[in-house]
């Protein structure tokens, strides 16, 4: 496999986007690899599909879209970041406002710490902010077939 690999996907703020953003990772991911019903492969899914959901809720109609970049460094590491125009950073809410929502970045902390990976936010230059996971990368052997 190449020493780096990128993908990138610019999607309309809106929640239908968060399906396709799923499913571009997904398949990205199968391209470089990763099967698709792993583990591993569910668990990115449910972080993408918190972090585009937070894209989409969070940033109050400022943001006409987000961006979803991938990238895989020799194999070793891979990146997701979701970087959206609304300059507010993300913030855990008090616990008693945390009735219907509030938890996603906690959601993405825990499944990222149980992969071994970390979490990062960071303000963009245009403004606007990226969240993004590092996760080691780790490809399941092939199974072998059923008889």
Not at 93 to 107: E, H, K, S, T, Y
Request: glycine content about 6%; charged content about 25%.
């Amino acid at each position: 496999m190449a020493d780096h690999l990128e993908a990138s996907v610019t999607l309309p703020s809106d929640p239908a986007s968060v399906s396709a953003a799923r499913a571009y990772v997904v398949s990205t991911l199968a391209e470089w690899g990763l099967p698709p019903d792993t583990e591993v492969a569910e668990t990115i899914r449910l972080i993408v599909s918190e972090l585009t959901t937070n894209a989409v809720q969070h940033t109050l109609g400022q943001s006409p879209t987000f961006r979803v970049d991938i990238e895989l460094d020799r194999d070793e590491t891979l990146r997701i970041g979701v970087t959206d125009s609304h300059p507010r950073l993300p913030r855990r809410l008090p616990a008693a406002v945390q009735q219907d929502n509030g938890r996603g970045l906690v959601i993405i902390r825990w499944l990222t710490a149980e992969c071994g990976g970390n979490l990062r936010v960071r303000p963009t230059r245009e403004g606007g902010k990226t969240v993004s996971i590092e996760l080691p990368w780790t490809v399941p052997a092939a199974s072998a077939p059923r008889e």
